[in-house]
């Protein structure tokens, strides 16, 4: 494993590239799940550097093993500290993850601006990393450890329902952080080539089709193919249906393309004469 | 509770604006655990339509329950279907999560456009919602469900280990469009009203200082402040440090800058006769 109990930085192999990332901080967390589930996401998008001040339940924990998915042995390293200001070594600047703003006065962004700002610190190039903290489930973070923060980050929770998992929490900026991760060095992200930007996605001032009309047009349709004998060899047919749809459903229906395909259909099938069993639905 | 076991939708009561929402499908998930997650982020994020399609351990479902943290008691109505097809009432636009590309030809987007094309669909004012659809922790979606969507969604995840956790997942995607409702509606949103676009963060050519510099400046401050007699009375030490600390953190020190404020301290020490005590670090 690559956790250590002591307080020093675990090297994490040679897991990607020489740009510095910034470490997440989990202070006074209390569920083992949790911390699994914090550390698999920052695995997911490539943060590998977690350190835990003081967990309840101490460290090595089996329940954080169950569910970071092997992100401890992917090189994800956790170190485990007393105080906050032993996690802190090596840190240049700190955000502190919060739902209440509390009336300190401190610069206060969203998970984008919190994402740039590490960035901007730790792929500078100078010294040190940019470290992103959470409080415990419970509580949050206590006041001194906000108080230390260089950076608030809120996000745009209903305010009505604002707490979110800790793992979650850790999710929203780790992602946040992926994306100009993967903006940065694209050649790292092979999937992310097929992101397009999208075309207009309305129909104008058309009644889009709902998925309930564009199913039975797909019926419609194969219910004829089949009659016509058009799947073939049976063992395809399968295959053969899920290209039908999947370059139908590109289309983006309307409501009256949906009729008028399903009109062509008609008359498709009596024009070769099978029109003699009548599909209702 | 708000759920059904029914086919239909439940109504979910007066919960927040007209503006119709993205549903979340879940495509045969299998822990009780994660639905209740993805339920629970959904709700913080101001989403309320939670569709499920053969979950395996059928629904109600107790480990969800207890993960979900009320958000069904919160307005997250679940329905449960046999089929997808089932699930896809009232839906006009289907989106898939999906981290293998297949092959299939379709639109390919982030978690970003995802959302911006959920968006223009569900507050257009027309009919119907679009949906976001995940699929199950080992399998993820099957080929035919993809085959239906009209987009594919796909994250920045490390290539080495990009699995994400179900409800992890769904937080990526319901935090994007957490972001656009805010903006849309900020009203609704009083803690965004503080996010103010970052000043540039950097300190120009200097080195930033460590964050174990400015703690030992702190201390080294604190100490000579506490011979002074400034803190005074004892029990309000802590809030005075605090609210010294958290001013003093925002000035973003250079190396240099902690050098010459701890100078400026020892300078006043010996100017007041105190520096009898020599403090060392």
Not at 39 to 52: K, P, Q, S, Y
Not at 59 to 78: H, I, L, Q, R
Not at 237 to 243: A, E, F
């Amino acid at each position: 494993m690559a956790y250590s109990r002591a307080g020093r930085r675990v090297k994490t192999g040679s897991y990607m590239s020489d740009q510095r990332r910034p470490c997440v901080i989990l202070h006074s967390p209390q569920l083992g799940e949790n911390i699994g589930a914090a550390a698999r996401v920052m695995r997911n998008f490539g943060l590998t550097d977690l350190r835990l001040v003081s967990p309840r339940d101490g460290w090595p924990n089996p329940a954080a093993d169950t569910m970071s998915a092997g992100a401890f042995d992917a090189g994800v390293s956790v170190n485990v500290h007393e105080t906050l200001q032993d996690a802190l070594e090596g840190v240049v600047y700190l955000i502190a993850a919060t739902a209440r703003l509390r009336g300190i006065e401190k610069r206060v962004t969203d998970a984008v601006g919190a994402a740039e700002a590490a960035f901007a610190r730790s792929a500078g190039g100078g010294k040190g990393v940019a470290a992103v903290m959470f409080g415990g489930e419970k509580a949050g973070l206590p006041n001194e450890a906000v108080a230390l923060s260089d950076l608030l980050m809120t996000y745009p929770v209903d305010p009505d329902f604002k707490s979110l998992n800790l793992a979650q929490a850790v999710c929203v900026f780790v992602h946040e952080w992926g994306k100009l991760d993967a903006a940065e060095n694209p050649s790292n992200f092979p999937s992310q080539s097929q992101v397009k930007p999208l075309e207009a996605q309305t129909t104008g001032e058309a009644n889009p089709a709902t998925r309930d009309d564009v199913f039975r047009m797909f019926e419609h349709f194969e219910f004829e193919l089949e009659r016509a004998g058009y799947f073939f060899p049976p063992e395809k047919t399968p295959l053969m249906k899920d290209n039908l749809r999947s370059a139908l459903i590109r289309a983006d229906w309307t409501e009256q393309e949906v009729q008028t395909f399903r009109g062509a259909i008609k008359a498709l099938a009596i024009g070769r004469g099978k029109a003699r069993v009548v599909r209702e639905d």
